[in-house]
């Protein structure tokens, strides 16, 4: 049974209070609160084992060594990834994005070929690429959203041209919710021997993910989202496209040799970690995987598609209250816009009632653009929130209308 009055104590944080009101955390889009279990072990693992990984012979090294490199475990069984070999450990989405770029892309793609993008994509799965389009001319082609957010899976195939070299798509927009077919592209790209990169920064936070089944090539996370610190994360990549990488960064760790006169490499995934990782900050990142875990993907999944179908009959019952993303099957994420009233403005009177929300662009300028609106507020929901917390955001919105409507 999920309980989320035991999954709420878990978490300090939701018994404070701000501007004199319980909180309301309705941010995890941006960044999840950590649970009990999570602060425990980054305490443990700075207060009584701390040490540098992999080179030390010593009690503590040895220590930190095993709990760090045991997280490569733990993703690729939350993943359902063939082999922990295949899992890169990194600072989160980001990195893993530019490691895909400068390691894979970079040295096969020449002036003119082709990445397609869908225009619901984060900045962190956008810039890396017009990276490459400013320095080795490569060109970024687009694919557009229906009206209330969809994704259309054959529209991203059809624009797979034969000059495409990779599709990168998100799992689940962080504005609208909208969950995209990933395997249905991943099978269209296949037969057109495309391979696609996924940002799984938001997807994999909602519902149970396989890596296998989804068919992709590169499947990325980041550990602050999944409730676990910041500057933790991770990237699944196929074997057979691990065997296509170079080096990302050079320096430690990833080494075999080095003289003088040449350097050799370690074996992937290490090939690809260069220097002193987050040591702490990936431990408490396999912590919070192991605890999302031991609760289920199935019912995390179960408990936040209820929540997600009360705000949205709460919030669409607001008819001055105008919704970006009304896809079917999306997740609990709501943006919104007011008319009367900037998203700031809006944050700023929801904060002084304990409720926290996003607003501005969401790093997703491109969709905004789409959409037609220069920034949104945000309501994201997880784990540990219900359905008191939906109507304590109606109030707030309601007061907003009075003041500004």
Known sequence: MFDVAAIRDQFPILKREVNGTPLVYLDNGASAQKPQVVLDRIMQAYGQDYANVHRGLHTLSTLSTEAYE??????????????????????????????????????????????????????????PWHLLRERQGVVLKWV????????????????????????????????????????????????KGVPVLVDGSQGAVHMAVDVQALGCDFYAVTGHKLYGPSGSGAIWIAKERLAEMRPFMGGGDMIDTVTRDAVTYAPTPMMLEAGTPGIVSTIGFGTALDWMMDIGMDKIAAHEAGLRD????????????????????????????????????????????????????????????????????????????????????????????????
């Open 70 to 127: 045991g997280v490569r475990g733990k993703v690729a069984r939350f993943l359902n990834a063939p082999s922990e070999e295949e899992i890169v450990l990194n600072s989160g989405t980001t990195e893993a994005m530019n490691m895909v770029a400068y390691s894979w892309a970079a040295p096969r793609l020449q002036p003119g070929d082709e990445i397609v993008l869908s225009v619901l994509e984060h900045h962190a799965n956008i810039v």
């Open 144 to 191: 557009d959203c229906a009206p209330d957010g969809s994704l259309d899976p054959q529209a991203v195939i059809d624009a797979i041209g034969p000059k495409t070299k990779l599709v990168a798509v998100t799992h689940l927009s962080n504005v609208t919710g909208t969950v995209v077919d990933v395997a249905a592209i991943s099978r269209g790209a296949r037969e």
């Open 310 to 405: 009360y705000a949205a009959e709460r919030l669409g019952g607001l008819n001055w209250l105008q919704l970006q993303g009304t896809a079917p099957g999306k997740a609990a994420i709501f943006s919104f816009t007011m008319a009367g009233a900037h998203a700031h403005d809006i944050s700023t009177v929801l904060d002084r009632k304990g409720i926290a929300v996003r607003a501005g662009t969401h790093c997703a300028m491109p969709l905004m653009e789409h959409l037609g609106v220069g920034a949104t507020c945000r309501a994201s929901f997880g784990v540990y929130n219900t359905v008191e917390e939906v109507d304590r955001l109606v109030e707030g919105l309601e007061l907003c209308q009075d003041l500004f409507g």
